[in-house]
């Protein structure tokens, strides 16, 4: 990136205002150049690909994927510099930090974000530092914060080197195999960036239930059920069988019910 060239911004917050007074302040700078607006998280993974932003502004808060899950998704040499916009109080912001380039506690100060815009600028000219994954992943993990993550709306999965957005009704099974997690959809099993307990927490309640330690199956996308030598079987309307545990068939019976 050359000193004449403007950083690209994209902007997520769910908040209108929020939205506006950001890419206000950022339109007085002279070497930055709003490229995008997202109304939420999701929005933003669909965006960042096709727009590649050199830094994204995520607020925390949002009612689909924190901003804190999206930095989680954005992997790769492609990927945009992280600065968080919160109004979280010390507890959290103290895990922010470590997860990203920079954060900007709300209500936002002219003064704060030049600052922060001085180490955007020297990280985007100078070369980026290697990804912070693992410490995102304990900002996420951070006592307090886990709680206060939204329910997923729709499910972020790896699909080629980007992110897909599945609609939860798209997805009948979710399973690990060799320490990774899968999500079955359309015929394809896709690569997604969360253990099945944080998914047991994260989904809506009442859509999916945990059948075994290694499967969480969508209670919509079961055709029918029944018992064979005392085992619980689940036949999904895609024809695939699954197997319930023990431990875990009366409650899936409850669901079922």
Do not use: C, W
């Not at 410490?135 to 939204?150: H, Y």
């Not at 994260?202 to 029944?226: K, M, T, W």
Request: aromatic residues 4%.
């Amino acid at each position: 990136m050359s000193e004449a060239t403007k950083v690209r911004a994209l902007i997520a917050d769910d908040e209108p205002r929020a939205r506006q007074f950001l890419e206000k302040l950022l339109s007085e700078h002279e070497d930055v150049e709003v490229v995008g607006v997202a109304r939420g998280g999701a929005e933003a993974l669909e965006l960042i690909p096709r727009l590649k932003p050199d830094v994204a502004f995520l607020d925390i808060h949002m009612p689909d994927l924190s901003g804190l899950e999206v930095a989680r998704h954005l992997r790769g040499d492609g990927a945009p510099i992280v600065v968080f916009v919160t109004a979280y109080d010390k507890y959290a912001v103290e895990a922010f930090e470590v997860a990203a380039l920079d954060y900007v506690l709300k209500p936002i100060r002219r003064e704060r974000l030049a600052d922060t815009l001085e180490r955007v600028l020297a990280e985007a000219r100078g070369g980026r530092p290697a990804g912070r994954a693992k410490a995102i992943e304990a900002a996420l993990d951070s006592p307090g914060l886990r709680d206060q993550l939204p329910p997923l709306k729709r499910l972020p999965v790896r699909h080629r080197r980007e992110v897909r957005l599945l609609d939860l009704e798209q997805v009948p099974l979710l399973f690990s195999r060799d320490r990774l997690v899968l999500a079955r959809a359309e015929g394809k099993e896709y690569l997604v960036d969360y253990t099945l307990q944080e998914l047991e927490q994260r989904l809506p309640d009442g859509q999916f239930v945990r059948v075994h330690r290694g499967a969480l199956v969508n209670l919509d996308a079961i055709e029918s059920y029944g018992g064979e030598d005392g085992v619980l079987v689940l036949r999904l309307k895609d024809g695939t069988r699954v197997e319930a545990s023990e431990r875990r068939a009366a409650e899936v019976r409850r669901k079922l019910r």
